[in-house]
């Protein structure tokens, strides 16, 4: 089995107008706005719902999981209209902390990567704490195929 | 026929984490953004591809499309992880422009409407001008099954 | 005294690069986060402090002030570089509720207008409620040259 | 003289509401957009107009300057209402390329970091080609007290 196989990790989208800027092709930082919806639709797919992870109105997770780093390498321009295939590598990297590997490809080509980088704080304290539950088993699974991966 | 069967006019989507502001619900002007997505994604199901509407590098259509208005009314909070669908009512208003109505609705309540207008221009002379023929296709395409439509 | 001379009411800003499309101009809904920057700064001018209006980590101010409609017109393309004056327009509507009218101006010329409208709600219940007192001081101050206000 | 008196390369924002999430702070990737605003900022403050660095409708600069990477680091969650300043570091990589750091700071403290990395392209050809005059301009007034620049 390899990660390909693995249907949560492998995401669409198309590029749209309001993606692009002036240049003619998709502005910088929305490149790191996709990752994160990418990640959401991931979670989603594999059974995890948002409110589980995410604040919701009367309802916050006992576990925040702030992006403590992003980065974001672009290999092609990207026009409006053009199709995106993402396929997420997720990785635990310590008991309170993981990051994703984004890779964005186009009509068979490499277009662009993201990474982003997650720490688990307690939501009153502030303080580093383990991952929650529904995250570790969405890393566990989505390290199947990807050979051996840090606990 | 209704326009509810035509299937590029019902389309869907879920709020996500950064579509939300510290109040924990939508920010209001992201709707704006879901709307022009949705439009253009109308068009893509239709069978018109973006670089007939859209400028793309290397290829600016003769006639663009600017907003020249635009509103919505929010009728109840929506939350990260709220799925969402779409029905888009696209309507010729003269020759030369048209508005879309997106109304939204989330377990089966009304939550928001959109209204975005829209103004043929020669992408050229920036003078009024007819609308183009795929967007007069996606228009009396679409204003099947919603009774009669001004010509 | 006129509205152009208080000084919390007139903004400047600059189209930025990432605020426009391919077409090369700003892209409609950049115009509504605009409007909602002003009047963020417009209150910080006059002197409200914003964890007094929005929700900041460990504070919930006991009135929120939801968007209920929004709108806007747009009246000239705007390029990256573009200077703008926002000249705003506060107006009460009831009690329980106010509008703000957004002028913007580049170059002598009038380019767009926005409109926002907020309704007061208990944070906790979400039910209506009388407007909170800091946001009565300003709409009162800023109706000043105005001429006659509605209660 | 230090990098710190030269008031081009010291700005200053305010965090606003739409620029949260529902976890109550800042949401990562709009750091990214801050960073973009300020080195646009940044050249507007120095003396180099948008026009001469970046697409306007009917000029399209000859040499354009896309970003390559980026990268964020966040040090601390930032509120609604939160006063940013924020310092530029420019710095040319090869005659074709640069980078700029940029350090958020809010309250006396370190909040933030951001980084783009930016290639010189013929805007026909988009092949690669040296900085354009403004940008050699800026860099090198930059780098006075910056101590020694690689040429």
């Known amino acids: 089995m ?11 989208r198309t590029v ?5 800027d002036a240049a003619g092709v998709m502005h910088f930082h929305q490149l790191l706005r996709w990752c994160h919806e990418a990640y959401e639709e991931s979670l989603e797919r594999f059974g995890v719902s948002a409110a589980e992870v995410f604040p ?5 997770p ?4 702030p992006i ?19 396929q997420l590598e997720p990785r ?5 902390s993981f990051e994703v590997l984004y890779s964005f490809r186009s009509s068979e080509r490499d ?23 529904p995250i570790n088993r969405w890393l566990e699974a ?10």
Chains 1, 2, 3, 4 share one sequence.
């Open 2 to 12: 390899t990660a390909d196989s693995l249907a949560w990790l492998l995401l669409c």
């Open 16 to 20: 749209r107008f309001g993606d692009t």
């Open 56 to 60: 919701t109105p009367g309802h916050v």
């Open 62 to 65: 006992a576990v925040a999981l």
């Open 68 to 86: 403590v780093h992003c980065s974001a390498d672009f290999l092609a321009p990207l026009a409006c209209g053009d199709p995106l295939a993402i």
């Open 92 to 96: 635990r990297l310590d008991p309170g």
């Open 111 to 133: 277009v662009a990567r993201g990474l982003t980088r997650h720490l688990a704080i307690c939501a009153d304290s502030r303080q580093r704490c383990p991952l929650p539950e």
């Open 142 to 151: 989505s390290s199947l195929g990807q050979g051996i991966q840090p606990l």
